[in-house]
């Protein structure tokens, strides 16, 4: 009893300077995170595009590329975008960060651009139709029309998926940047404490939270309407 | 002269051929139902009027224009097909609002868009926005739509969305109407307000041709009926013809087993 509360009590002593050096790691999180959703939400769109091309071959090199980004771990991704191009060309490293950069916005644009086209093919032609007879272009009837009504249905996928990709930012530590499980594994071989790994699932909880509220309420808004 | 001319059209889904060799004629004001049985080619024969199907021959004149030929080789680009189109008002089935805009806004968007292509659009940005708000409005009044500028589709009735549909095409002024089958999604009770407008718009000399499966309304407002079946005008005459002498023993069958 007495060495439970000895350790309560050193955790309690050592909880302000652990939570500003997670709080560190985590802001390491958050940059990735930031950084693949605002490149990959765009990027997502061409993906999508190229993969509903009529243009055959357009459309099968796109939906290879699809397929081998999900059909191989993000982890091997971030190895093979930081060691390959040294292996295979002799060429220097990338920044470890920008490595990671790369392979989260490959990654989750392929993910993101299947999401898109689902929401996209959902849309009854008739929508299309009715732009086109009211003498829209092509154009127009995408981002006048269509595009709304796709936001607002796949908002729940896309919750879905950025939530995963909060987590999946501890992927990172695979080329050694210092995201916060990274930054909180260190206290084990350093100090012995294996409780900071633990925390540092509070700080995930919290932000994916947040977001969970903020799905929440995009949905709300976008609820104005039916259809 | 004729206002639409149409020349020998055909059009085939894969091996199904929808419209074998259809011809047809119509001068200013008049207005024209189009009966038969589901699969005679009627609906595919109006979205080749407009450009929603491509036919694979024939020829369309439309005011003068030469607006199809199956013979010429030239494809026509996007903005051809975009200014042929615009001759046109279509009127689906389905209505096919724009569930995010308002009613006012579903009426205005198309106009809008186009006013953007005008010389002197970003001069008078605001006297033509104000202008083709004041026609909008004007309209929905007219289709007695004024109480619901600020609803979106989803708040109405399949009736009133139908109206809105018809409304939104007029807005853009065109030569001839398309309706498509205007009331087969409607409740027997709300097919009738929808009616109403197109008998308005029928005693204001609009140019229409319409789908339906509504015998008697086609019988009361129509100057001419055409009767398809299986790809071809079987019969065309005026309603008295038609529904009081109708020649081709098909018309007959079709007549006896519809309901006047």
Not at chain 2, 232 to 249: L, S
Request: net charge positive; proline share 4%.
């Amino acid at each position: 009893m007495i060495e439970f509360l000895h350790t309560i009590s050193r955790i309690i002593e050592d909880l302000p300077s652990v939570t500003m050096t997670l709080l560190g790691g985590f802001g390491k999180s958050i940059e990735i995170f930031l950084i693949t959703l605002v490149l990959s939400l765009p990027l997502g769109l061409v993906i999508t595009f190229g993969s509903m091309s009529k243009i055959k071959p357009i459309k099968w090199l796109f939906k290879t590329f699809v397929w081998i980004i999900r059909g191989t771990p993000l982890m091997l991704q971030i190895i093979v975008v930081f060691y390959g191009p040294g292996l295979l060309w002799d060429a220097n490293a990338l920044p470890r960060l920008t490595a990671v950069l790369i392979a989260f916005v490959i990654n989750y644009s392929a993910y993101f651009s299947e999401i898109y086209r689902a929401g996209i093919e959902s849309i009854p032609q008739g929508q299309y139709e009715a732009g086109q007879v009211l003498g829209m272009t092509k154009t127009q009837v995408f981002f006048k029309i269509v595009l709304f009504q796709v936001i607002k249905r796949i908002v729940p996928p896309m919750g879905n998926e950025i939530i995963t990709l909060v987590k999946d930012t501890s992927l990172a530590r695979i080329i050694a940047v210092e995201e916060i499980i990274m930054v909180a594994q260190r206290y084990i071989s350093a100090k012995a404490l294996i409780w900071p790994l633990f925390y540092s699932g509070a700080f995930y909880l919290l932000f994916c939270g947040i977001l969970t509220l903020l799905f929440g309420y995009i949905e709300k808004k976008l609820n104005y309407y039916r259809g | 002269m004729a206002i639409l001319e149409i020349k020998n059209l055909k059009k085939s889904f894969g091996k199904v051929e929808v419209l074998k060799d259809v011809s047809f004629e119509m001068n200013e004001g008049e207005v024209v139902s189009i009966i038969g049985s589901s699969g005679s080619g009627k609906t595919t024969f109006l979205r080749c009027i407009n450009f929603l199907e491509t036919a694979d021959s024939g020829k369309i004149v439309c005011d003068g224009d030469v607006i199809f030929d199956g013979k010429s080789v030239k494809k026509m680009n996007a903005k051809e097909i975009r200014e042929k189109q615009m001759k046109f008002g279509f009127v689906f089935q389905q209505f096919n609002l724009f569930p995010q805009y308002d009613v006012l806004t579903n009426v205005t968007l198309a106009p809008k868009l186009l006013a953007k292509e005008r010389p002197d659009f970003k001069k008078n940005k605001a006297a033509i926005y104000a202008e083709i708000e004041a026609k909008a409005l004007d309209l929905l009044s007219q289709a007695g739509l004024s109480d619901k500028i600020n609803n979106y589709p989803c708040q109405l009735s399949g009736g009133q969305q139908q109206r809105v549909a018809i409304v939104r095409a007029l807005a853009l002024e065109p030569k001839i109407m398309l309706f498509d089958e205007p009331t087969s999604a409607l409740d027997p009770e709300l097919t009738n307000e929808v009616l109403k407008i197109i008998k308005f718009l029928a005693d204001d000399d609009m140019t229409m041709i319409i789908v339906t499966h509504e015998m008697q309304f086609a019988k009361n407002i129509s100057d001419r009926i055409v009767f398809m079946d299986k790809g071809v005008v079987a019969e065309t005459g005026t309603p008295e013809e038609i529904f009081g002498n109708p020649k081709t023993e098909r018309l007959q069958h079709f007549l006896s087993n519809t309901k006047l």
